[in-house]
């Protein structure tokens, strides 16, 4: 019901890894200083100020024009005014706002109500009440919930319409006439005036008098309006950290697609929205100076349905009706599938992808609680749910048969419970080359020897433009100006996989873990596609005879010609991320990127695994393994010194694993070892070769971002830096290793290292086909111009 960065990739400074639910680890810890630095860096250039508040309540809530006239036009007396302001001037602790704030919007929604306007709302102070969310325990000041929540009732993420954050800006900062600024530091890292900050929450809001906007009174009706401010980005470095928290929480809890809030700083107000892409961020006002600005907000909150709210449309208690009110939790609601008829009606760009499903089914049953959520604020935002797909008899309704709600009541609905399902929901990138479901069914008819190797893809459909819903397409300039980046909104219905740590066997997980080695190889050389996110998320297996390894998630794949052109930087997940990659300016991804990923899979695996136990993964992580998981520059630390000094961690192998040491873990560590000592080679090599030609000569006119091989020339003098001792195999010459290589890393010495376990044929009547598609999808070089 809620739907629940920017970045294909993780951000730089925080991974996505603690991203379960339920989770016995938050994303973020519950450091407030760790938590808001993370936000903060996520949201770096995403943000979208002074928006034209009229033009926010508007786009975001609904609120009609004349609405806005109306009450532009009203003189405003808020109740409990003076006692807040009393409050202020007092030096009161920020909990003392609560109640007045709560007095004053309490007279304001009466105002509307006594009005004749039908209000929705709840306002409930939390203070510093603890609220269990999905990633962490937050206290949000206030909640605005709708109107059939009661005090009795449990306040929940899932149940509220909107956040409000508070802060208080010290007496000594304060000055009459709000002449008083501050230093912060501007998007270019300058020193810029700002307006009063709060010292107590670190919520900073950088308003200066100028965008303010005068009253327009009764008694001056000819005054013009003036134009808006054009918005501006902003680095928010420093600034609403707390707000961006609670939008974390509200999008994580039922499927939002975006999420909104207030800010208060003494009685000065900003108006919050998050989605996929970034947050706006309204022009700040006064509600001392502009009473009327914030019972233009009152109304919005108050009339705000759930669509206004962000809740997931798709999603309703049951097949007959519309959601009315939020719910508690997603399980035993039902997911809705539009269909051609609903494209026509809405005139909205919805696409069934390749046909998978067009027609067939009409809603998805959720039978649980998320299966996975997304742990970041921006970015994909999937959600992957589990239950079944229920299937419509006597097809699908054609053009003729009117609204497909109303035909679809006469259908007789034939659930499908034989095969257990998921739906995945996710935010792409609109530039992204292909759509998961289309590069899964592309793969699935090219190479169909891969089949039960790749998810089964029932149904798949993409939001696109105005059909996704977001308001954020109704302000100005707000993605072309800024190049945001564009998302769109999908649908993926596909068979519900099991994780490697479910295995009950040792051969069990052997088998699984050498299905998706074969399968990655076999989409890499024949279906010409880099999987790119190689995570233990994704490594799934199902029964079919035996185990069998499902290579699952396919949504940042890049086909391999697209080589040095879009896949020159950051994708994966933090703790299997291969070390180049972990580099301030990553190298373009190549295919032993993804076997360092399975590597590191691996190890994580023997490490933390219970195969076959009553707990088989506790989701604990290992202390020796804990830098893994930590910003990019200490996992790549704590990945060189492993594969310097492996013991440490290999003295953590759960007993159950301890017959894969000799035979899979330690052949592995001595290969990526002699891996570690070429990349240093070679690094050393094409520094040399700079100092002789010089850098221009070398890079061309591809630049030097493209041809980093990840490491910085002051590696070498880094004391964090490890020196590895002589590897197990003797290493190539400098001058013989290959960066796309590293001179040892393929598919074949991989295979040799676990057990000489050899890769499986290709059936009969594939074989002359596969030799086809070799001659015809001829895999690009990598040459020295795009990788050093």
Same mark, same amino acid.
């Given at each position: 019901?809620?739907?629940?960065?920017?970045?294909?990739?993780?951000?730089?400074?925080?991974?996505?890894?603690?991203?379960?639910?339920?989770?016995?680890?938050?994303?973020?810890?519950?450091?407030?200083?760790?938590?808001?630095?993370?936000?903060?860096?996520?949201?770096?250039?995403?943000?979208?100020?002074?928006?034209?508040?009229?033009?926010?309540?508007?786009?975001?809530?609904?609120?009609?024009?004349?609405?806005?006239?109306?009450?532009?036009?009203?003189?405003?007396?808020?109740?409990?005014?003076?006692?807040?302001?009393?409050?202020?001037?007092?030096?009161?602790?920020?909990?003392?706002?609560?109640?007045?704030?709560?007095?004053?919007?309490?007279?304001?929604?009466?105002?509307?109500? =006594?009005?004749?306007?039908?209000?929705?709302?709840?306002?409930?102070?939390?203070?510093?009440?603890?609220?269990?969310?999905?990633?962490?325990?937050?206290?949000?000041?206030?909640?605005?919930?709708?109107?059939?929540?009661?005090?009795?009732?449990?306040?929940?993420?899932?149940?509220?319409?909107?956040?409000?954050?508070?802060?208080?800006?010290?007496?000594?900062?304060?000055?009459?006439?709000?002449?008083?600024?501050?230093?912060?530091?501007?998007?270019?890292?300058?020193?810029?005036?700002?307006?009063?900050?709060?010292?107590?929450?670190?919520?900073?809001?950088?308003?200066?008098?100028?965008?303010?906007?005068?009253?327009?009174?009764?008694?001056?009706?000819?005054?013009?309006?003036?134009?808006?401010?054009?918005?501006?980005?902003?680095?928010?470095?420093?600034?609403?950290?707390?707000?961006?928290?609670?939008?974390?929480?509200?999008?994580?809890?039922?499927?939002?697609?975006?999420?909104?809030?207030?800010? %208060?700083?003494?009685?000065?107000?900003?108006?919050?929205?998050?989605?996929?892409?970034?947050?706006?961020?309204?022009?700040?006002?006064?509600?001392?100076?502009?009473?009327?600005?914030?019972?233009?907000?009152?109304?919005?909150?108050?009339?705000?349905?759930?669509?206004?709210?962000?809740?997931?449309?798709?999603?309703?208690?049951?097949?007959?009706?519309?959601?009315?009110?939020?719910?508690?939790?997603?399980?035993?609601?039902?997911?809705?599938?539009?269909?051609?008829?609903?494209?026509?009606?809405?005139?909205?760009?919805?696409?069934?992808?390749?046909?998978?499903?067009?027609?067939?089914?009409?809603?998805?049953?959720?039978?649980?609680?998320?299966?996975?959520?997304?742990?970041?604020?921006?970015?994909?935002?999937?959600?992957?749910?589990?239950?079944?797909?229920?299937?419509?008899?006597?097809?699908?309704?054609?053009?003729?048969?009117?609204?497909?709600?109303?035909?679809?009541?006469?259908?007789?609905?034939?659930?499908?419970?034989? +095969?257990?399902?998921?739906?995945?929901?996710?935010?792409?990138?609109?530039?992204?080359?292909?759509?998961?479901?289309?590069?899964?069914?592309?793969?699935?008819?090219?190479?169909?020897?891969?089949?039960?190797?790749?998810?089964?893809?029932?149904?798949?459909?993409?939001?696109?433009?105005?059909?996704?819903?977001?308001? &954020?397409?109704?302000?100005?300039?707000?993605?072309?100006?800024?190049?945001?980046?564009?998302?769109?909104?999908?649908?993926?219905?596909?068979?519900?996989?099991?994780?490697?740590? /479910?295995?009950?066997?040792?051969?069990?997980?052997?088998?699984?873990? %050498?299905?998706?080695?074969?399968?990655?190889?076999?989409?890499? &050389?024949?279906?010409?596609?880099?999987?790119?996110?190689?995570?233990?998320?994704?490594?799934?297996?199902?029964? =079919?005879?035996?185990?069998?390894?499902?290579?699952?998630?396919? +949504?940042?794949?890049?086909?391999?010609?697209?080589?040095?052109?879009?896949?020159?930087?950051?994708?994966?997940?933090?703790?299997?991320?291969?070390?180049?990659?972990?580099?301030?300016?990553?190298?373009?991804?190549?295919?032993?990127?993804?076997?360092?990923?399975?590597?590191?899979?691996?190890?994580?695996?023997?490490?933390?695994?219970?195969?076959?136990?009553?707990?088989?993964?506790?989701?604990?992580?290992?202390?020796?393994?804990?830098?893994?998981?930590?910003?990019?520059?200490?996992?790549?630390?704590?990945?060189?010194?492993?594969?310097?000094?492996?013991?440490?961690?290999?003295?953590?192998?759960?007993?159950?694993?301890?017959?894969?040491?000799?035979?899979?873990?330690?052949?592995?560590?001595?290969?990526?070892?002699?891996?570690?000592?070429?990349?240093?080679?070679?690094?050393?090599?094409?520094?040399?070769?700079?100092?002789?030609?010089?850098?221009?000569?070398?890079?061309?006119?591809?630049?030097?971002?493209?041809?980093?091989?990840? =490491?910085?020339?002051?590696?070498?003098?880094?004391?964090?830096?490890?020196?590895?001792?002589?590897?197990?195999?003797?290493?190539?010459?400098?001058?013989?290793? +290959?960066?796309?290589?590293?001179?040892?890393?393929?598919? /074949?010495?991989?295979?040799?290292?676990?057990?000489?376990?050899?890769?499986?044929?290709?059936?009969?009547?594939?074989?002359?086909?596969?030799?086809?598609?070799?001659?015809?999808?001829?895999?690009?070089?990598?040459?020295?111009?795009?990788?050093?």
């Amino acid at each position: 019901m809620n739907t629940c960065p920017s970045a294909e990739s993780l951000h730089d400074y925080h991974y996505d890894y603690y991203n379960f639910y339920p989770s016995t680890e938050p994303y973020y810890s519950n450091s407030d200083s760790s938590m808001d630095s993370g936000l903060q860096a996520e949201l770096f250039g995403l943000v979208s100020e002074d928006v034209d508040m009229e033009e926010y309540v508007q786009h975001v809530y609904g609120v009609s024009k004349a609405d806005v006239e109306y009450i532009r036009n009203k003189e405003w007396k808020l109740e409990g005014l003076p006692t807040y302001t009393k409050l202020l001037d007092e030096a009161a602790p920020e909990e003392d706002l609560y109640e007045p704030f709560k007095t004053i919007m309490a007279a304001l929604f009466d105002t509307f109500i =006594d009005s004749g306007r039908k209000l929705d709302v709840h306002h409930a102070s939390l203070g510093k009440t603890p609220l269990k969310g999905i990633w962490n325990v937050r206290k949000p000041e206030q909640l605005f919930l709708f109107g059939s929540h009661d005090h009795e009732s449990p306040v929940a993420w899932s149940l509220a319409k909107a956040f409000v954050e508070f802060a208080v800006t010290p007496r000594t900062q304060r000055v009459a006439g709000g002449d008083s600024t501050i230093s912060t530091t501007n998007e270019e890292g300058t020193a810029a005036a700002a307006a009063p900050a709060s010292s107590t929450s670190d919520l900073a809001l950088a308003a200066s008098s100028s965008t303010k906007r005068k009253h327009c009174s009764a008694d001056t009706p000819d005054e013009p309006k003036p134009a808006p401010k054009r918005p501006r980005l902003a680095a928010y470095a420093k600034k609403e950290p707390q707000a961006a928290g609670c939008a974390l929480e509200l999008l994580a809890s039922t499927c939002r697609r975006w999420a909104t809030g207030v800010v %208060i700083t003494d009685t000065q107000v900003t108006l919050h929205y998050y989605d996929r892409m970034g947050a706006i961020l309204t022009q700040p006002f006064k509600f001392d100076e502009e009473p009327w600005k914030l019972a233009l907000v009152a109304l919005a909150i108050g009339q705000c349905n759930l669509a206004h709210a962000g809740f997931e449309p798709l999603v309703a208690s049951n097949l007959d009706t519309a959601l009315s009110q939020p719910l508690y939790s997603l399980q035993n609601a039902i997911l809705k599938i539009p269909n051609d008829n609903s494209n026509r009606i809405n005139n909205d760009s919805i696409e069934v992808v390749d046909n998978l499903g067009r027609g067939i089914y009409s809603h998805f049953q959720i039978t649980g609680n998320p299966l996975y959520i997304y742990g970041g604020l921006t970015g994909k935002g999937s959600h992957v749910l589990p239950g079944y797909m229920v299937k419509m008899i006597g097809g699908a309704p054609s053009q003729d048969d009117g609204d497909f709600r109303d035909a679809a009541k006469e259908l007789a609905l034939q659930v499908n419970s034989k +095969d257990t399902m998921v739906v995945k929901l996710s935010w792409p990138l609109e530039r992204r080359p292909c759509l998961e479901a289309r590069t899964i069914n592309a793969l699935v008819n090219k190479i169909p020897w891969m089949k039960r190797h790749l998810p089964k893809v029932h149904c798949a459909l993409t939001f696109k433009g105005k059909s996704t819903g977001l308001p &954020r397409h109704l302000f100005h300039d707000m993605n072309v100006a800024h190049g945001l980046e564009q998302r769109y909104f999908t649908l993926l219905f596909s068979d519900r996989y099991k994780h490697l740590w /479910e295995v009950k066997t040792l051969i069990g997980f052997q088998m699984a873990f %050498i299905d998706i080695v074969e399968c990655h190889r076999t989409v890499t &050389r024949y279906g010409m596609v880099l999987h790119r996110d190689i995570s233990e998320n994704n490594l799934l297996w199902t029964n =079919d005879k035996r185990v069998v390894g499902v290579l699952n998630d396919w +949504d940042l794949a890049t086909p391999v010609d697209a080589v040095g052109n879009s896949t020159n930087h950051r994708t994966g997940t933090g703790p299997f991320m291969a070390y180049d990659l972990l580099g301030p300016k990553p190298p373009v991804h190549l295919y032993r990127h993804d076997l360092e990923s399975l590597f590191y899979v691996l190890i994580w695996a023997v490490v933390h695994y219970k195969i076959g136990s009553d707990v088989p993964y506790s989701r604990v992580v290992n202390p020796v393994l804990k830098t893994w998981t930590g910003d990019y520059g200490e996992a790549r630390n704590a990945k060189r010194a492993f594969l310097g000094d492996p013991e440490p961690v290999l003295h953590e192998v759960q007993p159950v694993f301890k017959p894969l040491q000799a035979t899979w873990i330690e052949p592995l560590c001595d290969l990526f070892q002699e891996a570690q000592t070429n990349r240093d080679k070679h690094a050393r090599t094409r520094r040399a070769r700079v100092e002789v030609i010089g850098q221009d000569v070398l890079t061309g006119s591809q630049g030097s971002a493209l041809m980093t091989t990840g =490491d910085d020339s002051d590696d070498e003098d880094n004391a964090n830096n490890l020196a590895l001792p002589e590897p197990a195999v003797k290493s190539a010459p400098a001058h013989d290793i +290959d960066f796309e290589t590293l001179g040892c890393l393929t598919f /074949e010495s991989f295979m040799a290292a676990l057990d000489h376990w050899k890769p499986r044929s290709i059936p009969k009547e594939y074989r002359e086909y596969a030799k086809r598609l070799l001659k015809e999808d001829k895999p690009p070089v990598v040459s020295e111009s795009l990788v050093g």
